[in-house]
């Protein structure tokens, strides 16, 4: 079964892409590096612009490519952090006040709470039991076969997949580091270059 998580793995990473951060849709409390690849919560709130795009309240950021068709991979690397929230979302989602991290508002996400609670945020959220923590986790997009899944990289191990999904719009990687948890980095490895929840509603 491994060796055939192994094959699997190897095949989506082919379809790798190089991802950044868009600083335009940082929230006020995110720390971005100057390339664009690492993210975490900081302990002041920076004076920026409220333009549209940018999450007002929830701690989260978007990457600056999006992806309209075909197949997508990209990695991120969370080892040593207790929060996170990663995933891809639809163009058009709420990023002003409460967001709902569910399918049907635009976000195909997983997230750990609290150090070893997994979730896939499905609406309602799905409890996932996993064998290790991962410390680096795959994201692949299929838009023809409406898949999103999600892979334990170390472990070449399926974590969740998102099936019968409809794809209308560009999709964006999203990214949320969780509260700052001493000089953890929230990292962005990817394979070519490589909180306040109570304002996220799951």
């Given at each position: 079964m491994k060796k055939l998580f192994e094959a699997e793995l190897k095949r989506v990473q082919q379809?790798?892409?190089?991802?950044?951060?868009?600083?335009?849709?940082?929230?006020h409390w995110l720390i971005l590096s100057d390339d664009g690849k690492q993210v975490n919560h900081g302990y002041l709130r920076k004076n920026?612009?409220?333009?549209?795009?940018?999450?007002?309240?929830?701690?989260?950021?978007?990457?600056?490519?999006?992806?309209?068709?075909?197949?997508?991979?990209?990695?991120?690397q969370v080892k040593g952090k207790t929060d996170w929230i990663l995933g891809v979302v639809r163009e058009s989602i709420n990023r002003k006040g409460q967001i709902t991290l569910r399918p049907d508002d635009g976000y195909w996400t997983i997230c750990l709470r609290n150090g070893n609670k997994y979730k896939a945020l499905a609406g309602p959220p799905v409890c996932l039991s996993l064998k290790s923590q991962p410390e680096k986790v795959g994201v692949f997009v299929d838009h023809e076969e409406g898949l999103v899944s999600f892979y334990d990289v170390a472990a070449a191990a399926l974590i969740y997949s998102f099936t019968g999904c409809s794809f209308t719009e560009k999709l964006y990687p999203l990214f949320s580091p969780g509260?700052?948890?001493?000089?953890?980095?929230?990292?962005?490895?990817?394979?070519?270059?490589?909180?306040?929840?109570?304002?996220?509603?799951?």
């Open positions: 379809y790798a892409e190089d991802v950044t951060l868009d600083p335009d849709t940082a929230h920026l612009p409220d333009n549209p795009e940018r999450f007002s309240a929830a701690p989260c950021v978007l990457g600056k490519q999006s992806f309209s068709s075909s197949r997508f991979y990209f990695e991120v509260l700052n948890d001493g000089d953890s980095m929230f990292h962005c490895h990817l394979l070519c270059h490589c909180c306040s929840y109570n304002v996220l509603d799951f």
